[in-house]
Structure formats: C-alpha cells, structure tokens
C-alpha cells in the first residue's frame, strides 16, 4: 500500500508540473503574466489534481501494483488531461448559459485550447516515461 501510494503522490506531482509548465509558458508567449492570472490558471489542474488522487485512491486498479509498465505512461496522462478538461468545461459553463466569463477568468480559456492539452499529454507522457525509467532497478535499465 505504501508503495503505490508513493507512486500515486510521484506520477500525480510530475502531471501536475508537466501540465503547469505548458500552461503557463503558453501564456506567457501571448504577454506578461501576473499573479492573479497564474493563480486563475492553476485553479483547474489543482481541482482536477485533486479528483485524480481520490480517484487512484479510490480504485487502485488505475495504477499498477508493480510499478509505471508500458500503458500507464499512455494512459495516467489521458486521464488527467480528461480531469483538466472536465473541470475547465464545468468552472467556465456552469451558471446561467448566456452569462459571460468575468474578464478576470478569462486566462482559464487555456484550458479548452487543442493544442495546449496536446502538449501537456505529450509532455506528461514523456515525464511518465523517464520517471519509469528512473524508478526501475539499475539491472532491469
């Protein structure tokens, strides 16, 4: 149990970095970023951070028991991709459908752009990737 928790808090932290990273340098090529923008653009990935902890805790058939194998570093980042795009579509949708986004949530639209969560699957993949490489013994490298 500890050590799928451990794997669970390592696979989730590195998810989380590798999608921040993306988001925020996306939207720092755009213009100057401030406080209150990265604090609106962290909100989502924290939120769904949060949904997929309990969800590996709750069903810890999400993870493998032996380790990150060949299909987790495909799949874990898919799922949470899903969870960023799930919690974007429900912070900027819910209410009444002819309000408009507040000018100060407006840098959470960087959520729901193709080409962002493109990146973050393949930057999440590839950090799953060699963090399964990193945490196999030195005689199975």
């Given at each position: 149990m500890k050590d799928r928790t451990a794997a669970i808090l390592e696979s989730t932290l590195v998810l989380?970095?590798?999608c921040c990273g993306i988001a925020l340098a996306h939207?720092?090529?755009a213009?100057?970023?401030?406080?209150?923008?990265?604090?609106?653009?962290?909100?989502?990935?924290?939120?769904?951070?949060?949904?997929?902890i309990c969800t590996s805790l709750l069903i810890p058939e999400v993870f493998a028991v032996r380790g990150l194998s060949f299909p987790l570093p495909l799949t874990l980042p898919a799922?949470?991709?899903?969870?960023?795009?799930?919690?974007?579509?429900l912070?900027?949708?819910v209410g009444v459908g002819i309000a408009k986004l507040p000018d100060r949530l407006q840098p959470i639209q960087v959520w729901s752009e193709p080409p962002v969560l493109a990146y973050c699957f393949v930057a999440c993949a590839l950090c799953l990737g060699a963090l399964s490489l990193l945490?196999?013994?030195?005689?199975q490298r």
């Open positions: 989380m970095l590798a939207v720092w090529k213009g100057p970023l401030s406080w209150e923008a990265v604090g609106v653009i962290l909100i989502v990935p924290m939120v769904a951070l949060a949904i997929f799922i949470f991709i899903g969870f960023i795009f799930t919690t974007q579509l912070v900027t949708r945490s196999r013994d030195p005689e």
